[in-house]
């Protein structure tokens, strides 16, 4: 019988495992070396803006090539030392949502899914947030029992009907102007329904926040 291992432990395995085995550039990978100075580069923040379904969205790097190989490293091989780069592009991003002066805006994450959850044991948006020195309402948003973001064979439309009704917003935010966070932006359902949950709670949804975004989503004006 295979033996299952808690998530926090598999964590900590993969970390030992890191340690010992040889490393390559989570970009390109180039031998020996956590991260090439190349790709470094490349994880340098060119924070853009879109409008998604009227909603603003500011991500900081384009997902594709090394970057989407480097976010994937962080986020499904558990680099996490990866933190380190990816923290302060997804700062840029925040820097320029929420310019000095802007009036007081809760930064809302959105939540993983239960499998995810259950397979990383760590949560990647708000390992995001902490590493890019901001602080975000973790909790807030929560999945509902039985609904699951494991939609991976359906096409956009269908994704966001399986989407709708995913969350639940659980404080009351009448009056609160609040900016969504996720870590990539792909179709942008997710962000739509995090939109709708938190109206739902009385929130003013102003923006939302995402470290990468598909360069098609990057794009998006409607
Ligand atoms: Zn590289």
Do not use: I, N
Not at 137 to 151: E, I
Not at 163 to 183: A, I, N, P
Request: hydrophobic share 45%; aromatic share 2%.
């Amino acid at each position: 019988m295979p033996v299952v291992l808690p998530a926090a432990v598999a964590v900590a395995l993969r970390g030992a495992l890191a340690a010992v085995s040889p490393v390559s550039c989570a970009g390109c990978g180039a031998p020996d070396l956590e991260l090439c100075d190349g790709c470094r580069d490349l994880l340098r923040a060119r924070p853009v803006e879109a409008v998604h379904a009227g909603l603003r969205v500011v991500t900081a790097l384009r997902y594709e090539f090394e970057v989407r190989e480097a976010v994937l490293a962080f986020k499904q091989h558990g680099r996490l030392r990866l933190a380190a780069q990816l923290g302060p592009a997804l700062r840029a991003a925040v820097d320029l949502a929420l310019p000095q002066g802007a009036p007081p805006t809760a930064l809302v994450a959105v939540p993983p899914s239960p499998s995810g959850r259950r397979s990383r044991g760590w949560d990647p948006v708000t390992t995001l947030a902490r590493a890019a020195g901001v602080s975000a309402s973790v909790g807030v948003l929560v999945v509902r029992p039985g609904r699951s973001s494991a939609q991976k064979r359906l096409d956009r439309e269908q994704r966001a009907r399986a989407r709708e009704g995913s969350l639940r917003c659980r404080v009351d935010l009448t009056g609160r102007r609040v900016v969504v966070l996720d870590d990539v932006l792909t179709t942008g359902s997710t962000l739509q329904e995090a939109r709708r949950a938190l109206e739902e709670a009385g929130a003013e949804v102003v923006a939302a926040l995402c470290l990468a975004a598909t360069p098609l989503a990057a794009r998006a004006s409607s």
